[in-house]
């Protein structure tokens, strides 16, 4: 069981625009910044977002972060095949003085 | 370009002991709060311990509390986590990574991952 809830799946078809939600508490979501990793088989996590909406460097712009109050999300438009990944947020608990991750999100591109 | 290599992972038996290693490159790694991750096999991100810059501070997940031991050799630009009495559920693949902030879970970049294999 994750700190943080996130849909085990997700999907659309190229083109559309997806979106990934994370749910927390106000001892992590709701009081601190979430990152989101993007993680493709048999290769180490990648962050995607971070600060609840920045973007590094290389990441496109028709990814975007959001968060509200113990909640936060993902979209990703412009659906591509290259995005199918697992998609997975995290932040710090202030309860638990530790960082938390979501269960993650298989987005698959039908 | 900054980089990090785990090293050490390898099949053992429950109870056993093993040490895990991860080799820095590319920055300046005392200025940075490391941390370990591990992913089981098929499922998601559990977040293992970290260490502050100056090695003055650790913190562990409560799974792994009195089990392992982080540590860091800021001379050597290296990364450790000791695990003893180790259990089938520590089987995964464990990840190093550079804390980009303090107490904010941002963590760029990762290294590739060593795997971890608990025999019963």
């Known amino acids: 069981q994750s700190v943080l809830t996130q849909p085990p799946s997700a999907s659309g078809t190229p083109g559309q625009t997806v979106t990934i939600s994370c749910s927390g508490s106000s001892s992590n979501v709701g009081s601190n910044i979430v990152n989101w990793y993007q993680q493709f088989p048999g290769t180490a996590p990648k962050v995607l977002i971070y600060s609840n909406n920045q973007r590094p460097s290389g990441v496109p712009d028709r990814i975007s972060g959001s968060k509200s109050g113990t909640s936060a999300s993902l979209a990703i438009s412009g659906l591509q095949s290259e995005d199918e990944a697992d998609y997975y947020c995290a932040g710090w608990d202030d309860s638990l003085n530790g960082p938390v991750f979501g269960g993650g999100t298989k987005l698959t591109v039908l | 370009q900054v980089k990090l290599v785990e090293s050490g992972g390898g099949l053992v038996k429950a109870g056993g002991s093993l040490r895990l290693s991860c080799a820095a490159s590319?920055?300046?790694?005392?200025?940075?709060?490391m941390s370990w991750i591990r992913q089981a096999p098929g499922k998601g991100l559990e977040w293992v311990s970290y260490i502050s810059s100056k090695n003055n501070y650790t913190y562990y997940a409560d799974s792994v509390k009195g089990r392992f031991t982080i540590s860091r050799d800021n001379a050597k630009n290296s990364l450790y986590l000791q695990m003893n009495s180790l259990r089938a559920e520590d089987t995964a693949v464990y990840y190093c990574?550079?804390?980009?902030?303090?107490?904010?879970?941002?963590?760029?970049?990762w290294g590739q991952g060593t795997l971890v294999t608990v025999s019963s």
């Open positions: 590319g920055f300046t790694f005392s200025d940075y709060y």
């Open positions: 990574a550079r804390e980009a902030g303090i107490r904010v879970a941002w963590f760029d970049p």
